[in-house]
T-cell receptor, first 115, second 107 residues
């Protein structure tokens, strides 16, 4: 089966600019996640969707980060304005449901460098 | 709050030697524990989960609730085991990762 697709793979922007990342989950997966992985750290959950509803966005810096999954399939994560500390890999992941028994599948990530 | 600690950022062993990657967690309920692996230039993927009690690629991990640990073990390391390993915990729907251990298996 096709895996989780993300784009762009790499992005370099200046601070205070904006950037958007796109994710297409595995077909049929109701749950979609965005993780932030800063160099040397483990992935940190930013936001989790169940279909087109938000399940958990408690760790999303809402003053600059936003995410949507309007039709319950694809998702977009936006950062505006970007800060230097936003430099990280942004991982999208999906699973069939929110129950812990469901395996989470990750995309290859979108690498962001803010200069 | 749930927390996962991997005390070793780097671990280096020789091929054929036993390897143990340590993981400790803190959580007040009954968590589910996982090990994820990321090989060079590949995406993060599930290696094993504690409820399955299975051995994947020769790796096993036992949940020790008394010591709140979930160490990953393999009796004879192979060069292809070189990768980044993340221990993770889920309670309900949120998956929390440790900071990872980079395992290098030398020939």
């Amino acid at each position: 089966e096709a895996g989780v697709a993300q784009s762009p793979r790499y992005k370099i922007i200046e601070k205070r600019q904006s950037v958007a990342f796109w994710c297409n989950p595995i077909s049929g997966h109701a749950t979609l996640y965005w993780y932030q992985q800063i160099l040397g750290q483990g992935p940190k959950l930013l936001i989790q969707f169940q279909n087109n509803g938000v399940v958990d966005d408690s760790q999303l810096p809402k003053d600059r980060f936003s995410a949507e999954r309007l039709k319950g399939v694809d998702s977009t994560l936006k950062i505006q304005p970007a800060k230097l500390e936003d430099s990280a890999v942004y991982l999208c992941a999906s699973s069939q449901g929110i129950l812990s028994g469901n395996t989470i599948y990750f995309g290859e990530g979108s690498w962001l460098t803010v200069v | 709050a749930q927390r996962v600690t991997q005390p070793e950022k780097l671990l280096s062993v020789f091929k054929g030697a036993p390897v143990e990657l340590k993981c400790n967690y803190s959580y007040s309920g009954s968590p589910e524990l996982f090990w994820y692996v990321q090989y060079s230039r590949q995406r993060l993927q599930l290696l094993l989960r504690h409820i399955s009690r299975e051995s994947i690629k020769g790796f096993t991990a036992d949940l020790n609730k008394g010591e709140t640990s979930f160490h990953l073990k393999k009796p004879f390391a192979q060069e292809e085991d070189s990768a980044m390993y993340y221990c993770a915990l889920t309670s309900g729907s949120r998956l929390t990762f440790g900071e990872g251990t980079q395992l290098t298996v030398n020939p």
